[in-house]
């Protein structure tokens, strides 16, 4: 069960090796203020040990933003690497904890934006794994 660190809602969603595959989620957010940023709590989970080979490559989340409706993104944000070998502190039935991440959102002062969060698996069955971002 995912608690949401501020409101009503929280999502969530597998970031598992059942690819290759993204799991993205998008939301418009509206005219951007001058100075205005997003600012986001997510927390990840993952074993990659145990399910991967020494040569799998590593799973990515990333933060893009794009004008309204539909674009090409000016530029995204790296925002977690999931190193292939490895697994979250703690083991398999644990997490990162909450974290919190920021975008300059200024480039689209004045316009609608929309924001996608994208998980990268790029690989089938490499180990399982849980976001919420």
């Known amino acids: ?20 595959d993204t799991i993205s989620l998008t939301q418009d957010i509206g005219v951007i203020a001058p100075d205005e940023m997003l600012r986001f709590d997510y927390r990840t989970d993952w074993e990659l040990i145990g399910f991967s080979f020494p040569d799998s490559l590593d799973r990515f989340f990333w933060v ?4 309204a409706g539909r674009g090409i993104p000016p530029g995204s944000s790296l925002i977690l690497t999931a190193p292939n070998g ?7 039935n644990s997490d ?12 689209f002062a004045g316009t609608d934006a929309r924001v996608n969060f994208v998980r ?3 690989e089938d069955f490499t180990g399982p794994a849980n976001a919420a971002p």
């Open 86 to 92: 490895t697994d979250t502190s703690g083991g398999p």
């Open 1 to 20: 069960m995912v608690i949401p660190s501020d409101g009503t809602f929280a999502q969530s969603n597998g970031f598992d090796g059942g690819g290759p």
């Open 96 to 107: 990162t904890g909450p974290l919190s991440g920021t975008i300059d959102l200024s480039p």
């Open 120 to 122: 990268s698996v790029p």
């Open 64 to 67: 893009f933003v794009e004008p």
